[in-house]
């Protein structure tokens, strides 16, 4: 089966529904194909507590709401898709199905995200949103007077515990290695904070709780000691990989795999466009998807209207 779309909307989180919303009530025929269930990483946050507008709500009713607009303006959606080709020339975009359907577009908005990097020990999985997090501009209110792990010895780990010192009333940091990876003045304020105590060589090796975590087990690799360590809540900073896995056969990607977009978030292939977490950009929220998810919609709108002149 062929079929034929203005637009394809690579990705279901807050950037691809965004740009669904816009695209389809511009009348533009558009489909939003996701490899993952509708809402991308919004529906792993049991509450998003920053969406302006909004007081609280949880990552699965916010994705549901953003779900029923776009559909509401005739989007479509396929969801949990198994892409098995995919084409992304000047003038060829298309995506082959497992079941052989074959969908072509005149323009396609990679909405596709990201995810953090993980630690991969056990409990990791059960734990993930339940005390361990990886978004402290996301999570860190949660951990209001608590006692909190964060990993990683990088700028982001070591900015990152500093602001979480904010909220809990004890950080300690537990890096691999026997010194950090970050500039001096990072360095300095961790090092130097009354809240923030420090382990180095040290790694966490299992996740403990019930409902939620309570504790971690911890080795120091230079003397092989284990220890268990109890703690409300464990931030992990160990870097963020760009779902662009195969993308590389025709986009400009830069160094760290996320996809190089001009400020109209156009990338170097005429008529694909880039929006949310898998761009070259420096911060990941729901709202600057949002926000990327609006700017794709109204290039990619742009470029069809220009197209058919
Ligand atoms: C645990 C957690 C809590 C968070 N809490 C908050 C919060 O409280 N507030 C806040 O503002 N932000 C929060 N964030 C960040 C926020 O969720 C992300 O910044 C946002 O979801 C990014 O949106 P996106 O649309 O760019 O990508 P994503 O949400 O990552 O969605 C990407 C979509 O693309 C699909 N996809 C991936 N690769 C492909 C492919 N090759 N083909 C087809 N589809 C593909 C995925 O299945 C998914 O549907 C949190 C993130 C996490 C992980």
């Known amino acids: 089966m062929n079929k034929k779309y203005d637009v394809v909307v690579l990705g279901a989180g807050p950037a691809g529904l965004t740009a669904g919303i816009y695209l389809s009530r511009a009348r533009q025929k558009t489909l939003i194909l996701s490899d993952g269930p509708v809402g991308g990483q919004m529906i792993l946050t049991h509450e998003i507590a920053n969406y302006p507008g909004v007081e609280s709500i949880s990552g699965y009713q916010l994705a549901n709401i953003m779900k029923k607009q776009a559909q509401s303006f005739g989007c479509e959606i396929i969801a949990n898709a198994s892409i098995q080709k995919m084409e992304l020339m000047p003038l060829n975009k298309s995506f082959v199905l497992d079941d052989g359907t074959r969908i072509e577009s005149d323009a396609v908005i990679l909405a596709t995200g990201g995810r953090s990097r993980t630690l991969g020990v056990p409990g990791e999985a059960q734990f993930k949103g339940r005390g361990i997090s990886y978004c402290a501009t996301c999570d860190g209110d949660f951990f209001t007077d608590k006692e909190i792990v964060v990993v990683g010895g990088g700028n982001s780990a070591l900015d990152e515990a500093v602001s979480l010192t904010k909220y809990a009333s004890k950080v300690t940091i537990v890096h691999m290695l026997d010194a950090f990876q970050a500039s001096q003045h990072a360095i300095e304020e961790a090092v130097n904070h009354p809240k923030i105590d420090i ?64 400020t109209d978030l156009s990338t170097n292939v005429p008529g694909v466009f880039s929006a949310g977490d898998n761009i070259d950009k420096l911060y990941r929220q729901v709202t600057t998807a949002v926000g990327d998810g609006t700017v794709a919609a109204l290039t990619a709108i742009r470029y069809l209207t220009e197209q058919k002149k």
């Open 199 to 262: 382990r180095m060589e040290t790694v966490i090796t299992a996740f403990h709780g019930e409902e939620s975590l309570q504790s971690v087990d911890l080795k120091q690799l230079k003397t092989g000691e284990t220890e268990v360590f109890k703690t409300d809540g464990v931030f992990i900073f160990i870097g963020y990989v760009p779902n662009t896995e195969g993308f590389d056969c025709c986009l400009d990607l830069n160094e760290r795999q996320e996809i190089v977009v001009r």
